[in-house]
C-alpha cells in the first residue's frame, strides 16, 4: 500500500520488484488501483477511495471473486498498511464487509486467502458457510505463520511458505508442510464453505490454464526452504543479515546493530508492560493466560474489545505487540471495566520506559 519497495534504498536493485529470486521485474508499469480502504474496495464503493487508480470490485452476480490479503496479524486482527500504526483490521469488521458483499448479491464465489500471524482467529466462529465464500488461512487461531527468509542474495523478503505455496495453486503440499515436518509449525486452515476448495484457483483469478506456460512455472517456483522462521522474528532476520553483510567499520553496520538492538528492547518493553498490566486487575495472571478452545469466538463483544485496546493508552502497540491482543481479549472477557483497564495501564506506564518505542521502526 504504501509503495516504498522499489525505491528503498534497502532494495539491491533500486526501482525493481520481484516475485522469485531469478524473475523479472513485475513493478514497471504496474498501477496502484487503489492506496487507502480496503472495505470500500471489496464492497465497490469507488467514492469512498482517495488514490491510485480508484478501481473497486465492480462485480455482478456470476462472477468469481479472489483476494489474498497479506500483512502482520494478532489474535482477532490484521495490520492496515495503509492507516497510521494506531489502526488495525478487526475480524468481525472484515466478516461484516463479506456479509455486505454477499447480501448485494455480486458475486457467486469469492475465495479469500489470508497470509498473518493467529490469522485463523479472524474467521473461525465468525464466517458462515452459507456466503459462498471458501477462506484459507496461513495458520490457526493461536500460533504464528512461518516466514522463509530472504535468498542470499537479499537481506529481505516477503516470502511466507502459505503463500508462496498458495499462489502456485499447492493447497495441499502447504497443508502437508506445515502440518507434517517438524520445521514448520503453523497449520493452514479453512473456513467458510469448504466444497469451494475443489474449485481451481484460476475461477478466481486471472491464471487461466490456457495461458499457463508449466515449465516457467516449475522452473521460477520458489522452493519450500526447510529454513522457515517465525514470523514475528522476520524483522531481526533482516537486520542481522544487514549487520553481517555490512563493510565493518562502516555508518550501515553500526546503524543495523542499533535497529538489531532497539527491536530487541522494543519487544521487551511490549512483553513486560503486559505482564505488568495483568498483574493488576483482579484475577489477571490467570486471564491473560486464558486460550478459548476451537469453536469460540475470541471476545464476546468486539465492541468493547476495541476501546480496550492497549494502543490508545500507550501508543504503538506494534506489529510485534500484536500477539498480544488475546490477552487484552481476555481481560475484556473477564468483564474488567474500561476504568480499571485504564488504572492498570497507567501503573504500568509509570512502572516502564517506553523511549526506545517511539525510535523502533519495524519492518
Not at 328 to 334: E, K, M, Q, R, T
Request: glycine share 6%.
Amino acid at each position: 500500500m504504501y509503495d516504498d519497495i522499489a525505491q528503498s534504498e534497502e532494495n539491491p536493485r533500486p526501482g525493481v520488484i520481484i516475485n522469485n529470486p531469478h524473475g523479472e521485474d513485475v513493478y514497471k508499469g504496474v498501477p496502484k488501483d487503489y492506496v487507502d480502504n480496503f472495505f470500500a474496495v471489496i464492497l465497490g464503493n469507488r467514492i469512498a477511495l482517495t488514490g491510485g487508480s480508484r478501481k473497486v470490485v465492480d462485480s455482478g452476480p456470476n462472477d468469481h471473486i479472489f483476494i489474498y490479503y497479506g500483512d502482520h496479524g494478532g489474535p482477532g486482527v490484521l495490520g492496515l498498511s495503509y492507516l497510521t500504526y494506531k489502526s488495525y483490521l478487526y475480524a468481525n469488521d472484515l466478516v461484516d464487509v463479506l456479509k455486505k458483499k454477499h447480501a448485494s448479491g455480486t458475486y457467486k464465489s469469492l475465495v479469500f486467502y489470508l497470509e498473518a500471524c493467529e490469522s485463523g482467529s479472524i474467521f473461525d466462529c465468525l464466517l458462515p458457510e452459507a456466503l459462498n465464500i471458501y477462506a484459507t488461512n496461513a495458520s490457526n487461531a493461536e500460533e504464528s505463520s512461518d516466514y522463509l527468509g530472504p535468498p542470499p542474495e537479499y537481506e529481505t523478503s516477503l516470502g511466507y511458505l502459505h503463500s508462496v505455496a498458495s499462489m502456485e495453486d499447492r493447497y495441499t503440499p502447504v497443508r502437508r508442510t506445515a502440518n507434517q515436518n517438524s520445521f514448520c509449525g503453523s497449520h493452514v486452515m479453512q473456513y467458510g464453505d469448504l466444497k469451494l476448495s475443489a474449485e481451481n484457483l484460476f475461477l478466481h483469478s486471472c491464471m487461466y490454464p490456457a495461458n499457463d506456460n508449466q515449465s516457467f512455472v516449475d522452473n521460477n517456483a520458489v522452493q519450500l526452504s526447510s529454513k522457515a522462521v517465525y514470523q514475528p522474528d522476520a524483522n531481526l532476520l533482516h537486520f542481522w543479515h544487514k549487520f553481517i553483510k555490512a563493510p565493518e567499520g562502516s555508518l550501515r553496520k553500526f546503524e543495523a546493530q542499533k535497529e538489531l538492538a532497539d527491536a530487541m528492547t522494543h519487544r521487551t518493553h511490549i512483553d513486560s508492560s503486559i505482564k505488568l498490566i495483568g498483574s493488576n486487575p483482579p484475577h489477571g495472571p490467570e486471564v491473560l493466560k486464558t486460550i478459548r478452545p476451537t469453536g469460540q469466538s475470541l471476545v464476546d463483544d468486539w465492541d468493547i474489545l476495541k476501546p480496550l485496546t492497549f494502543e490508545i493508552r500507550w501508543g504503538s502497540l506494534s506489529q510485534y505487540g500484536m500477539k498480544h491482543m488475546r490477552y487484552i481479549a481476555n481481560i475484556c472477557n473477564a468483564g474488567i471495566k474500561q476504568e480499571q483497564m485504564a488504572e492498570a495501564s497507567a501503573q504500568a506506564h509509570f512502572k516502564a520506559d517506553w523511549s526506545c518505542v517511539k525510535k523502533n521502526t519495524e519492518v
